[in-house]
């Protein structure tokens, strides 16, 4: 027999991290993958079906103290094994409809991804808050699978309404008035000339970017994955004056030193 009496005070959750998904797919694929392949997820989140105004139901695929196999290879702030620490949602859409080979195809306009319907994002609200609230999970730890994995993946994509969710208290987002001050008056499109500085601004903030000073594939990669998240509007991953001034919004607003990790 075991004596639960005596609970330790100096604990906390093992989950740092919220990451949300898109399922590329519809909720029939997307389900049996979740359940019955080598992927997983604790959550999935359906379309609209049926009546008009109709709620999707949220369906719970995996205990939350249970580890899902969501996250795949990855990176955040130094941590590599993001299953073992966050809980994974996966929200029905099809993303950009497979309309380029390439992942990350300059291309792409938003008009080809597929919108988020208003409740399925409300339903999405009402799970994040509360998983926050039990986990602790800060604001820079809510993240999109593109964040952590920007060589591979796309989602949850440039319609998912990341400030939106900001709004309601779920994740990061930058505030205006600190954007226009580190943007200094310059032209939002002028370019980044110190890119091994705006290199080491991105691996400050989380992503595992490369330290070369050249705007390499895997520095572009990992810019639109970020310009898709705070700045949806132009996720060609160019490197200007724009991002980087977001960018350092989000360092004072959010950096938070290594040792509490």
Not at 7 to 27: E, M, N, Q
Not at 75 to 90: L, P
Not at 193 to 198: K, P, Q
């Amino acid at each position: 027999m075991v004596d639960d009496s005596h609970p330790a005070v100096s604990t906390d959750s093992r989950v740092k991290y919220l990451i949300i998904h898109y399922t590329d797919g519809s909720f029939e694929t997307a389900l049996a993958q979740l359940t019955k392949g080598p992927v997983s997820a604790h959550y999935l989140i359906p379309q609209l079906q049926g009546t008009e105004g109709s709620k999707p139901v949220v369906l719970q695929l995996a205990p939350e103290e249970r580890r899902a196999w969501h996250a795949g290879v990855s990176y955040w702030r130094g941590r590599t094994n993001i299953n073992d620490s966050s809980i994974g949602i996966e929200i029905v859409n099809r993303g950009p409809g497979g309309e380029a080979e390439e992942p990350h195809d300059a291309t792409w306009q938003p008009s080809a991804w597929q919108p988020y319907p208003a409740a399925q994002i409300a339903a999405v609200k009402k799970l994040a808050l509360d998983i926050i609230a039990r986990h602790h999970i800060k604001p820079d730890a809510v993240l999109g699978h593109s964040d952590i994995a920007p060589s591979r993946k796309l989602d949850p994509g440039p319609l998912f309404p990341w400030k939106e969710l900001a709004d309601a208290g779920i994740g990061a987002w930058p505030d205006a008035a600190t954007v226009s001050r580190y943007l200094a008056g310059r032209d939002p499109h002028e370019a980044v000339t110190n890119i091994a500085l705006l290199q080491a601004q991105l691996r400050q903030y989380g992503y595992d970017a490369p330290l070369t000073g050249q705007l390499d594939p895997g520095t572009v990669q990992i810019l639109r994955a970020f310009q898709m998240h705070f700045r949806p509007s132009d996720y060609s991953g160019a490197a200007d004056a724009q991002t980087q001034a977001i960018l350092q919004a989000l360092l004072e607003k959010y950096l938070i030193p290594m040792s509490e990790e």
